[in-house]
C-alpha cells in the first residue's frame, strides 16, 4: 500500500516525506475516521517533532490530491479517512461522533431510476444517517 501511495503522489508532484508516511500510516491503521487533533495525536507518537499546522496542511494537501476522504459532520470539524475507491456510507453518533462505515450501498437502484427518469448522468452521491449509538441512546 505504501508503495503505491508514494507513487501516486509522485504523479501528482508530490513527495512521500516522513510526515505525510506518518499520517498516511495512522490512517490506514484507524478502524475509524478521525480528526486533525486526533490524527496529530497519532502522529506524535511516530513523530514527535511533527506540529500540528504540519498535520492540517497535509491533510489538505491529501484529500486534494484524492487520497482522503474529508467527512462534515457538520460539527465545524472534519474527519478524514483513506481513499480505498471502495463504495460505502456512514452512520454518525450526534452526541459522541463515533462514525461507522456501512457496507453496501442501499441507494444504487435509486440512483438509476433517478437518472433515467430525469435524464441526468449522475457521477455520485452521497449518504451520512445520524443518530444514537448504543453508548449513547
Known amino acids: 500500500m505504501e508503495k503505491l501511495l508514494k507513487n501516486y503522489l509522485a504523479s501528482q508532484g508530490c513527495k512521500m516525506t516522513k510526515q505525510r508516511k506518518a499520517i498516511l500510516d495512522v490512517l490506514s491503521n484507524s478502524n475509524t475516521c478521525m480528526s486533525a487533533e486526533e490524527i496529530y495525536s497519532k502522529v506524535k507518537t511516530i ?3 511533527t506540529c500540528l499546522t504540519t498535520v492540517y496542511r497535509t491533510i489538505d494537501l491529501l484529500a486534494s490530491k484524492n487520497l ?4 462534515d459532520l457538520g460539527d465545524n470539524r ?3 479517512e483513506i481513499n480505498t475507491d471502495l463504495h460505502h456510507h456512514h452512520i454518525i453518533c450526534l ?4 462514525i461507522v462505515c456501512l457496507e453496501g450501498c442501499p441507494v444504487e437502484e435509486f ?5 433515467t ?3 441526468f448522468k449522475i457521477t455520485g452521491h452521497r449518504l451520512e ?3 444514537y449509538c448504543s453508548d449513547c441512546k
Open 47 to 49: 513523530r514527535s517533532s
Open 68 to 71: 482522503l476522504n474529508k467527512i
Open 78 to 80: 472534519y474527519r478524514y
Open 95 to 98: 452526541e459522541c461522533k463515533k
Open 111 to 115: 440512483e438509476k431510476t433517478v437518472g
Open 117 to 119: 427518469k430525469t435524464d
Open 129 to 131: 444517517l445520524y443518530g
